[in-house]
């Protein structure tokens, strides 16, 4: 679906990217973890041309990102941030439906797709006229998957997507989301600094270090089969709460 060659970024002296190479398949969920400045939201961003390479190229479905088709890519692709990353200023229903209608939909269109959404995210069709800052932080990231969901893009890019809630609530996205990964079937990529929740969420870990990539598989390969030190000692960094009052 995604593939990155050789891709090179830099933010003045800083370099994001140094020569990253990766293959994301397509259908399946894949997350990417590291420490902070690792490269990981540099990665996504340049997935959808947030981001531009300094080097190297990014393929989406086996074709180069150009400035001047990007447009039409991103329409295939919903990107979610923290809370969603909703217009303060737009109710539910208008921060949802903004892209539909800036493509011209029909309104009964946009309001059945609403309707299929907000059932499918766990939101009820009341809370359509709400306001962002009438909302849990719960409820606004899933307002941002109905509006990443509302063209039925093939991709989702999410990054740090549960990173600002409390630990029950997080608990309860985390369940959700899987289910509705298992259910869409779509492309999934997403960034998080919970090992834990990339094991449950994703089907295969990338994990980065100084802009480059240092190991790629399975949540299992990297604990078991870690291809250096720092592999290992990421993926067994948390302490269980067990470990934190014994």
Not at 83 to 96: D, I, K, M, P
Not at 133 to 150: I, K
Not at 216 to 223: F, K
Request: charged fraction near 20%.
């Amino acid at each position: 679906m995604f593939a990155l060659h050789h891709v090179h970024l830099r933010h003045g002296a800083v370099t994001a990217l140094d020569g990253v190479s990766l293959q994301i398949a397509g259908g399946r969920t894949t997350a990417l973890i590291g420490p902070s400045g690792a490269g990981k939201s540099s990665v996504l961003r340049s997935l959808i041309g947030l981001e531009w390479p300094d080097a190297g190229q990014v393929l989406f479905e086996g074709v180069p990102l150009q400035r001047d088709t990007l447009l039409a890519q991103r329409r295939r692709i919903g990107y979610v941030i923290q809370e969603g990353g909703l217009f303060s200023h737009l109710s539910v229903r208008e921060n949802a439906a903004i892209l539909a209608r800036t493509l011209g939909w029909p309104a009964q269109r946009i309001a059945q797709r609403l309707s299929e959404l907000m059932a499918l995210c766990g939101l009820s069709e009341d809370q359509l006229a709400r306001y962002p800052a009438e909302l849990s932080g719960g409820q606004r990231q899933r307002v941002g998957l109905v509006r990443a969901l509302m063209l039925d893009p093939p991709v989702l890019l999410l990054d740090e997507p549960l990173g600002a809630l409390d630990p029950i609530v997080r608990h309860e996205l985390q369940s959700q989301m899987r289910a509705l990964f298992a259910q869409l079937g779509k492309t999934v990529v997403l960034v998080t600094h919970d090992v834990a929740e990339a094991a449950y969420l994703a089907d295969t870990l990338v994990l980065m270090r100084k802009g480059q990539v240092v190991q790629q598989g399975t949540a299992r390969e990297l604990l078991h089969a870690p291809a250096e030190p720092f592999v290992h000692a990421f993926m067994t960094a948390q302490r269980s709460l067990e470990q934190a009052i014994a």
